[in-house]
C-alpha cells in the first residue's frame, strides 16, 4: 500500500516543479539545437551508410550519429544552466560571486567548443571520409578507365578501388606518373577544399549564427588534422602492409615528401583566414586603403 501511495506522489510532484520564463526559453533552445543537430548527424550517417558494406558498420556510423547528440545535449543542458547562472548573479558586487561567475563563463565556453569539438570528429569519422574516397573516386573517373568502386570504414577509413593502370584520354595526356600522383592526392586534396569551405563559411556566420559558425570551423579545422595525421604516419611506415594503400607513401615514392603536403595543408587555410580577417579590417577602416 505505501508503495502505491509513492508512485501516486509522482505525478503531483512533478507537477509542483515550476521553471522561470527565461528557463523554458533556454530548454526550448537546447530541444531546437540538439532537434537541428540529430537531423544533420542522422544525415552524415546516411550518406556514409551508403559506402559501407557491413550491417556493423551501419549500426557504428547510426550510433555514432546518436551518441553525439546525445552528449552535446548533456553538454548544453549544462552551458543553458551557466547561462541562467549568470543571469542571475549579474551585477552583483561581491568577491565570492566574482569567482563564480568567472567560472561560470569559462565552463560556458569550454562547454560550447566541446559540442563543436564532438560535432567535427563525428564528421570526419562518417562523412568526411566519404569525401576523403569521394576524391579519389572523382579524380579516378577523369583520370582511368573502367569501373570504380568506394567504401567506408566509419571511424577508420576506407578505400577506393578500381581498374586504375587503363588511362584515360586527359590521363595519357598528362602521363602515367602525373596521373598515379594525382588519383594518390586527390583524396586530401578533396578534405582540404571542403575544409577551407568551411572555414569561409564559419568567418561570415560567426556574428549571424555564432552556433553554427563553431561547428563549421570545428569540422573544417578537424579535416585538416586529420589529413595532417594521415600525412605524418607516412614517416612511421616500417612494412610492405602498412605502406599498401598509403596516400602519402605512394607520393612519397613519386617523389613528394609526406612533409610538402603537410606545410600546403597548414599554411593555405591561414593565408585563407588571414585574408578574411584582412578583408573585414579593409571594411570596417576604409581609409587604411
Known amino acids: 500500500m505505501n508503495g502505491i501511495q509513492s508512485l501516486d506522489y509522482i505525478p503531483n510532484f512533478l507537477s509542483e516543479i515550476t521553471f522561470s520564463e527565461e528557463a523554458k526559453e533556454v530548454i526550448k533552445e537546447i530541444a531546437l539545437s540538439s532537434l537541428k543537430e540529430l537531423v544533420i548527424s542522422l544525415a552524415f550517417a ?3 551508410c551508403l559506402f559501407v558494406v557491413t550491417p556493423i558498420g551501419m549500426v557504428t556510423a547510426i550510433g555514432g550519429a546518436l551518441l553525439v547528440v546525445i552528449l552535446n545535449t548533456f553538454y548544453k543542458s549544462l552551458g543553458g544552466y551557466c547561462d541562467l547562472r549568470l543571469d542571475e548573479i549579474q551585477g552583483i558586487q561581491d568577491a565570492e560571486i566574482a569567482k563564480e561567475r568567472a567560472f561560470l563563463e569559462k565552463a560556458r565556453s569550454f562547454l560550447k567548443f566541446a559540442c563543436a569539438y564532438d560535432f567535427g570528429t563525428f564528421y570526419t569519422g562518417t562523412a568526411g571520409v566519404v569525401v576523403h574516397e569521394s576524391g579519389h573516386a572523382l579524380t579516378g573517373l577523369a583520370l582511368t578507365k573502367g569501373p570504380i568502386h568506394v567504401t567506408v570504414d566509419p571511424f577508420m577509413g576506407g578505400a577506393t578501388e578500381g581498374q586504375f593502370k587503363n588511362l ?21 586534396a578533396f578534405t582540404l577544399i571542403f575544409s577551407i569551405g568551411f572555414i569561409i ?11 553554427l559558425s563553431a561547428y563549421l570551423n570545428a ?15 607516412a614517416l612511421f611506415v616500417t612494412s610492405l602492409s602498412e605502406a599498401a594503400g598509403h596516400d602519402f607513401v605512394a607520393l612519397w615514392a613519386g617523389g613528394l615528401h609526406p612533409i610538402i603536403p603537410v606545410v600546403i595543408m597548414i599554411l593555405v587555410p591561414l593565408l585563407v583566414k588571414g585574408t578574411l580577417y584582412v578583408v573585414d579590417e579593409l571594411r570596417q577602416n576604409p581609409s587604411m586603403i
Open 46 to 48: 546516411g550518406i556514409t
Open 168 to 188: 584515360s584520354s586527359l590521363g595519357k595526356l598528362l602521363g602515367v606518373n602525373e596521373s598515379e600522383m594525382a588519383l594518390c592526392g586527390a583524396g586530401a
Open 201 to 211: 563559411a564559419a568567418h561570415f556566420l560567426s556574428e549571424s549564427n555564432p552556433e
Open 219 to 233: 569540422m573544417g579545422l578537424a579535416g585538416i588534422l586529420t589529413e595532417v595525421t594521415y600525412a605524418l604516419s
